[in-house]
């Protein structure tokens, strides 16, 4: 059974941090592009960042660059996501997805990530 599964979501201060975390299970992690999206509440759901299989690139939209950092560890299927001076316009649900090479495509449930004074 396959399984994403997020974490580390919750309302914290603008300015500061958090780190997301998606747990993988029953397919093979190693071999998968991982990537979070998020969607805030009339919007769209839009890329945040990327990794490569073997954490070689990543990739961010500009809106979180410098401030988030998105990494793995193939070793406990887990890929996270670093998130440091958050401002209201990061309030959303946050997901992550997993690419293989064949097209073959999951997604966790989300974790809610809410910036507010």
């Known amino acids: 059974q396959v399984q994403l599964v997020e974490s580390g979501g919750g309302l914290v201060q603008p300015g500061g941090s958090l780190r997301l975390t998606c747990e993988a299970s029953g397919f093979p992690f190693k071999d998968y592009a991982m990537r979070w999206y998020r969607q805030a509440p009339g919007k769209e759901r839009e890329l945040v960042a990327h990794i490569t299989s073997n954490s070689d690139s990543t990739v961010y939209v500009d809106s979180v660059k410098g401030r988030f950092t998105i990494s793995r560890d193939n070793a406990k299927n887990t890929v996270y996501l670093q998130m440091n001076s958050l401002n209201p316009d990061d309030t959303a649900v946050y997901y992550c997805?997993?690419?293989?090479?064949?097209?073959?495509?999951?997604w966790g449930q989300g974790t809610q990530v809410t910036v507010s004074s």
């Open positions: 997805r997993a690419r293989g090479n064949r097209g073959i495509i999951y």
